[in-house]
């Protein structure tokens, strides 16, 4: 089983023949018999010391079954040994946060980065002194104390690419997180690069179809325990119904991505001919920072586009309000296709000076291409374009 086609499918359903089921079992315990106290209390010093299971669960907050059963799945798809999963996207990255703060008190992080991680980083709410630099001031702006560095490539929102290589190097012996939300292990695979923990909002592709939050955390098992001790106590889990959720859009995972990454593709092409787009940011046309890294690190450009509109904020807000098979929607990674504002949404959090300096300007709007035929999506995109270009000549 060593194709990831075939992994999507398989991994973590490896026991349905002896269990005698053809789906996974959902156990929504909360808590569990302990008729024998030596094993109950051997059990509770595992799984509270970060052991990946026990002869006895305990409690939900220590472990479910179901749950384990996609981290297991996940890890297989990452090339990690283990993931340990949360309750969103963001819980995984406070979690890890967390867990780094235990050993120190700075982080180096390179931007541009998700709103919110961005965000919780600046908040100083995890104790730790966030610095932002560039990629290549990491090995120079390295402390005694910096205890993990954090990436994000592609980057979120204007889908610039990080020097995964590159970066581990110039960490040295600093843990090195990659948030591989956009790529998915479908197209980049950290580990294989050197990265120590490979970060996913699961709320995205791996769940795939907009109806679960989740996040994950994939590395060694040596650091998994920790996070699973910050998670046992913490309490940022993730429920047994959408861990099954989650488990349940893996087989599609590959199909849904490459069909996505087709179709962005072609809007990509599109947009980039069209009069009223000043700039479309994809990999592998030239716009993006770090383009040239899409062939030593990715197989692919991925299924997320940024496109800036000459008209600025009004243009941006008017293709929004006219999209109709496209929704008007943050997130991303569903089999449906979202756009959004970054300025006005997800990246709302940052000052403006940040925004700008990561390309985030007011007329800026990123696409999420889904799995429905690209004349479609085009089509939906060339009359909210139109109808922006109709409002100019109203108003002229
Ligand atoms: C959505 C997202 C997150 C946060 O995940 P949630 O599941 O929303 O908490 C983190 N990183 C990236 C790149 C994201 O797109």
């Known amino acids: 089983m060593s194709h990831l086609d075939t992994l999507t499918v398989h991994a973590g359903r490896e026991d349905f023949g002896k269990l005698g089921v053809h789906a996974p079992p959902i156990d929504l315990s909360t808590t569990y018999p302990v008729a024998d106290l030596a094993v109950g209390t ?15 669960p305990i409690y939900a907050r220590l472990h479910n079954p179901t749950v384990a059963r996609v981290e297991q799945a996940l ?22 946060l967390m867990s780094a703060r235990m ?9 541009p ?3 919110t991680s961005d965000h919780l980083l ?10 932002f630099v560039e990629a290549g001031e990491i090995a120079t702006r390295k402390r005694a104390d910096t205890v993990l560095v954090v990436i994000e490539t592609p980057a979120n929102p204007t889908l610039g690419l990080v020097d995964i290589r590159a970066v581990v190097a110039a960490a040295g012996d600093v843990p090195v997180v990659v ?48 996070l699973r001790q910050v998670r046992a106590v913490t309490g940022a889990l993730l429920h047994p119904l959408a861990a099954y959720l989650l488990h349940r859009g893996l087989p599609t995972l590959t199909l849904r991505v490459e069909r996505a990454q087709h179709n962005a593709g072609i809007l990509a092409q599109r947009l980039a001919a069209h009069p009223k787009v000043a700039r479309v940011f994809y990999p592998g046309m030239g716009t993006v920072a770090g383009d040239g890294l899409l062939a030593s690190q990715m197989r692919g450009p991925g299924a997320l586009l940024a496109f800036e509109l000459h008209g600025g904020h009004a243009a941006a807000a008017a293709v929004m309000s006219r999209v109709r098979l496209i929704t008007p929607a943050v997130s991303l990674g569903s089999v449906d296709s979202l756009i959004q504002h970054p ?9 403006e000076a940040t925004r700008q300096a990561c390309g985030i300007t007011a007329g800026l709007l990123r696409l ?18 139109d109808l922006e270009q109709a409002l100019d000549l109203e108003k002229a």
């Not at 300025?343 to 000052?351: I, K, Q, W, Y």
Request: glycine fraction near 12%; include cysteine.
């Open 122 to 131: 600046v908040s100083g709410m995890t104790g730790l002194e966030a610095e």
């Open 103 to 111: 050993r120190g008190g700075h982080v180096l992080v390179v931007r």
């Open 343 to 351: 300025a006005g949404l997800t990246h709302r959090v940052l000052d």
């Open 113 to 115: 980065l998700y709103g």
């Open 42 to 56: 051997a059990s509770f010093d595992a799984l509270v010391g970060g052991d990946a299971s026990a002869p006895n």
């Open 179 to 226: 948030d591989s939300t956009f790529a998915t292990p479908v197209l980049q695979r950290p580990m294989e690069l050197g990265a120590t923990y490979v970060l996913h909002s699961a709320t995205k592709f791996l769940g795939g179809h907009g109806d679960v939050i989740a996040g994950v955390v994939c590395c060694s098992e040596e650091n998994a325990k920790v």
């Open 368 to 385: 999420s291409a889904g799995i429905e035929h690209v004349d479609d999506l085009w089509a939906d995109l060339e009359q909210a374009l």
């Open 75 to 96: 890890a297989q798809l990452e090339g990690s040994e283990a993931c340990v999963a949360y309750g969103s996207g963001m819980a995984a990255l406070t979690a890890l």
